[in-house]
T-cell receptor, first 113, second 115 residues
Framework: AQSVSQHNHHVILSEAASLELGCNYSYGGTVNLFWYVQYPGQHLQLLLKYFSGDPLVKGIKGFEAEFIKSKFSFNLRKPSVQWSDTAEYFCAVSNAGTYKYIFGTGTRLKVLA | DADVTQTPRNRITKTGKRIMLECSQTKGHDRMYWYRQDPGLGLRLIYYSFDVKDINKGEISDGYSVSRQAQAKFSLSLESAIPNQTALYFC??????????????FGQGTRLTVV
């Protein structure tokens, strides 16, 4: 069965620090990969997605992620975080065979002003 | 207006009561999903539906049932609510695509408390 692992459960950073959140998935076939963000009290919103092509994808608000197939990873990065990036971040995977979206357990990011 | 609408937004109910959470969408998507979110556990799939006649169990379907009344409506029922069903519930939709290569769109969530 597919699974998604997010290794960092809680991350605290100061403003302007760089961010990298890890995501690994288990599935041997073709996958689609997503990062979603959930701001306090809100629903999930898409940050970025990877379906095919360039493994470095850019999303909204300065976020980017790199798909490394050999490592089954899709890590999220941002060069300089802001206080407004305080939120919970979820990695998710889907594939054409099941059309289900499987989510990781999430990473809570707190950015200190 | 939200494309994926959930009602109610908040609900407190007693143990043993039947409760229905509703989801409607204006995106025209065929695929609809119900997830529950618990702290530290992320989102777990309860049920999903690819069209009105296609209903599938997810990871944690025990204690839940669903109804796909129309392409745009997908309801989740708790037949006899129990306290460990206290959670944040999300409805989601997707267009699917030929390879499943589209993202899921989420509703605002329903916070359910079972006392």
């Amino acid at each position: 069965a597919q699974s998604v692992s997010q290794h960092n459960h809680h991350v605290i950073l100061s403003e302007a620090a760089s961010l990298e959140l890890g995501c690994n998935y288990s599935y041997g076939g073709t996958v689609n990969l997503f990062w979603y963000v959930q701001y306090p009290g809100q629903h999930l919103q898409l940050l970025l997605k990877y379906f095919s092509g360039d493994p470095l994808v850019k999303g909204i608000k300065g976020f980017e992620a790199e798909f490394i197939k050999s490592k089954f990873s899709f890590n999220l990065r941002k060069p300089s975080v802001q206080w407004s990036d305080t939120a919970e971040y979820f990695c998710a995977v889907s594939n054409a065979g099941t059309y289900k979206y499987i989510f990781g357990t999430g990473t809570r990011l707190k950015v200190l002003a | 207006d939200a494309d994926v609408t959930q009602t109610p937004r908040n609900r407190i109910t007693k143990t043993g009561k039947r409760i229905m959470l509703e989801c409607s969408q204006t995106k025209g998507h065929d695929r609809m999903y119900w997830y529950r979110q618990d702290p530290g556990l992320g989102l777990r799939l309860i049920y999903y539906s690819f069209d009105v006649k296609d209903i599938n169990k997810g990871e944690i379907s025990d204690g839940y049932s669903v109804s796909r009344q129309a392409q745009a409506k997908f309801s989740l029922s708790l037949e006899s609510a129990i306290p460990n069903q206290t959670a944040l519930y999300f409805c989601a939709t997707s267009d699917g695509g030929a390879r499943g290569d589209t993202e899921a769109f989420f509703g605002q969530g329903t916070r359910l408390t079972v006392v």
